[in-house]
């Protein structure tokens, strides 16, 4: 047990259409990670956000976007859905001050038709 | 940049038997270096870590992983093997930067274990 949740377990959404996918992570968790894992491939990194602002982002166009809140809760927003957004999202979160290590949540499964 | 090379895809041992997953990084400078689980349908859940000091890093469920800069390996290992480890293992690095703590993953192995 990570103490890292996220909702909706499972999702499913038109090619075209907007998602938001929500992630609550552990007090004094400071630094959130978004990983995008395909079928068959290890997580790719979508983004980091700190204390509300983003500061690291991995190969992905402008349409992928997040937030991140005061209460250690944060949201990834896809706009424009393709099928080959179709993937577990994964949210991971790392204590202030730790170095390396995160702690993953179960992870959001998007379906893209 | 940074990579994680894993090779092969799946690996199947039979119960009892040693189990070794290889993995390759690539880093200018001596990163740090996980073995993360996923069990079928859930998240990721740290096995082990290498973040300094001791090149041999004991973690959970009785695996191990030895870190070789020669090599610039990190391959994880289990002296025997138990139904309950057939998952998927991934590899990954990040640096030392303590401003992006971005992990890059390799592909994953999945291991199986027979009876």
């Known amino acids: 047990e990570t103490g890292v949740t996220q909702s909706p377990t499972h999702l499913i959404k038109t090619r075209g259409q907007q998602v938001t996918l929500r992630c609550s992570s552990q007090?004094?968790?400071?630094?959130v990670s978004w990983y995008q894992q395909a079928l068959g491939q290890g997580p790719q990194f979508i983004f980091q956000y700190y204390r509300e602002e983003e500061n690291g982002r991995g190969n992905f166009p402008p349409r992928f976007s997040g937030l991140q809140f005061p209460n250690y809760s944060s949201e990834l927003n896809v706009n424009a859905l393709e099928l080959d957004d179709s993937a577990l999202y994964l949210c991971a979160s790392r204590p202030t001050g730790q170095v390396g290590e995160q702690y993953f949540g179960p992870g959001t499964r998007l379906t893209v038709t | 940049a940074q990579s994680v090379t894993q090779l092969g895809s799946h690996v199947s041992v039979s119960e009892g038997a040693l189990v070794l997953l290889r993995c390759n990084y690539s880093s200018s400078v001596p990163p740090y270096l996980f073995w993360y689980v996923q069990y079928p349908n859930q998240g990721l859940q740290l096995l082990l870590k290498?973040?300094?000091?001791?090149?041999l890093v004991k973690g959970i469920n009785g695996f191990e992983a030895e870190f070789k800069k020669s090599e610039t390996s990190f391959h994880l290992t289990k002296p025997s093997a138990h139904m309950s480890d057939a998952a998927e293992y991934f590899c990954?690095?990040?640096?030392?930067?303590?401003?992006?703590?971005?992990?890059?993953f390799g592909k994953g192995i999945t291991l199986s274990v027979r009876p």
């Open positions: 990954a690095v990040s640096d030392r930067s303590g401003a992006n703590s971005k992990l890059t």
């Open positions: 290498y973040t300094s000091a001791a090149t």
């Open positions: 007090s004094g968790h400071n630094t």
